[in-house]
């Protein structure tokens, strides 16, 4: 299994912000976390709220823990909540089930890390960490089914 680099997470945190400057996004708080969930980068725009550092980890652990993009994540809390309730409780509370947090894959298709974002609407944040992935050459696989 290849690692995500630290100079990929800061290339990732650096275009994820500059995608929502495009679109004059709300600010924005970008975690890219390691295939073990250990953050390995972190940014929050001025402006952005007091717990955003730790909604933007979450939804990437979550996306790492579930082994699937945190929108998926979203739909099964509206689906089966008791489920992902109780899967939340296992995790601590760390798990944060709203469409911003995306797997990050190697060009083989292994899981190699995940990058959560938060601060404008789900869509927005999830927006900008396709296209910070896409940006580095590496696969986002933000659980959108086509």
């Not at 250990?38 to 082994?67: C, F, M, T, V, Y």
């Not at 601590?92 to 292994?110: M, S, T």
């Not at 296209?131 to 986002?140: M, Y």
């Amino acid at each position: 299994m290849s690692a995500i680099s630290l100079a990929t997470a800061l290339d990732i945190t650096c275009n994820a912000l500059s995608a929502g400057r495009e679109i004059l996004s709300a600010p924005l708080t970008v975690a890219v976390l390691d295939a073990g969930g250990h953050l390995i980068s972190l940014q929050r725009e001025d402006g952005a709220s007091l717990l955003r550092p730790q909604i933007a980890i979450g939804k990437a652990w979550g996306a790492l823990a579930l082994g699937k993009g945190s929108r998926l994540i979203a739909a099964d809390a509206q689906q089966r909540p008791a489920f992902i309730g109780a899967v939340n409780n296992l995790a601590g509370g760390q798990l944060v089930p709203a469409p911003g947090g995306v797997l990050i894959r190697d060009e083989r298709g292994e899981v190699i890390g995940a990058v959560g974002i938060t601060g404008d609407t789900s869509d927005i944040d999830e927006q900008c960490a396709v296209s910070a992935v896409e940006s580095v050459g590496l696969k986002a696989d933000a659980g959108i089914v086509a």
